[in-house]
Structure formats: C-alpha cells, structure tokens
C-alpha cells in the first residue's frame, strides 16, 4: 500500500461529500420553489375571494345609502333586510364543482348558520375534511376537501330554507350571503 492511496481515497470522498451537498442544496431549492409557489397561489385565490367580498360589501354600502337618502315609509324594510345583490359569476344552483379543494365564505352568517352549514357539509359523502378558517362578524370561513364532485342542489335547499343564497359558484370558491329576514 502506497502513503497515496489514503490521500487518494480522502480526495474521492471529500468529492463525493461536495456532490451530495450540491445535490441536496439544490433539491432544497426545488423544494422551497415549489412550497412557494403553492403559497403563492393560496395567497392569491384568497385575495380574489377577499376582493369578490368587498364588492358585496361595497354594493351593500350603496343600497343603504340610497336608501338613506329617501324618506322612510311605512313600507321600508330595515336597513338589515337590505337584499344582497347578484354576482355576476353565479353559476346555476344545482351545478357541479369539479375542484378537489373548495373555500366555502357566509356573509351575514349567525351562530346557528354557521353550525348548520357546517354540519350539512360534514354529512356530504363527497366531503373528505372541513375546517373552519374563521367566523368573526358574521363571516365564515371554511376549508373542504372533496372526495368527488359537489352537487349544490342540497346546499341551495339548505340556503333557501335558512334565507341564504349562493352569491358565487366556481370551482373552488363558494360564497353565501344570509338574508337577515324571518
């Protein structure tokens, strides 16, 4: 055995460690790149959901202030029975979502609408998982994942008995307002 042979062996595996970190630093990369991206896109699709709210809010705002303007009668409704205007992305009520993933949002949501919403998704056989993101001032905020395709003819019977609407209908998004009326 040469005094060369050990040098030449550390050389190699001082080589091979340098490769793998290589290898490893750029899989982490790759990884944070992608983990990232995925950010990204949440971060996005909420932001468009948070824009599609405050046009409700904003249409909401002007109704009560053009009704402001008018004299009452006896008969006005309340300001809290102001009817929530139609999106122009309603889809129809017994559509289809194909997403695997579905944010469900409730405008004007009471205690007892956001339980029962709850429980009706949780008892959807096509519902996997449902978390509940927020409810605060009578906004919820919920998470599905789907196993299947949604079929939105129990939602809107549900709504329609609870004097909720579907407001919005895409793929991933589903956007309710609930009608302070009796």
């Known amino acids: ?27 982490s990369r790759t990884n944070h790149d992608q983990q990232l991206t995925a950010l990204l896109k949440e971060t996005l699709r909420e932001l468009e ?24 009668t006896a008969e006005s409704e309340p300001a809290s029975a102001i009817p ?15 997403a695997s993933e579905v944010d469900v949002i409730a405008h004007g949501a009471t205690l007892s609408h956001a339980s029962g919403l709850q429980s009706l998704l949780r008892g959807m056989t096509e519902v996997t998982e449902l978390q509940t993101r927020q409810f605060v001032n009578g906004e919820l905020r919920l998470h599905a994942a789907m196993a299947a ?20 209908l895409a793929d991933d998004v589903i956007e309710i307002a609930f009608s302070s009326r009796a």
Request: aromatic share 2%.
């Open 84 to 98: 929530i205007p139609a999106a122009t992305s309603i889809i129809a009520p017994n559509a289809i979502l194909e």
């Open 149 to 168: 395709s949604l079929d939105t003819q129990a939602l809107s019977s549900w709504l329609e008995a609870n004097n909720g609407t579907i407001i919005t």
């Open 49 to 72: 959901t948070q824009q599609s709210a405050l046009a409700v809010m904003a249409e909401r705002i002007r109704v009560a202030l053009s009704e402001s303007e008018v004299e009452p």
């Open 1 to 27: 055995m040469s005094s060369s042979d050990p040098l030449h062996v550390a050389a190699d595996l001082r080589a091979s460690i340098e490769q793998l970190i290589a290898t490893a630093m750029q899989q």
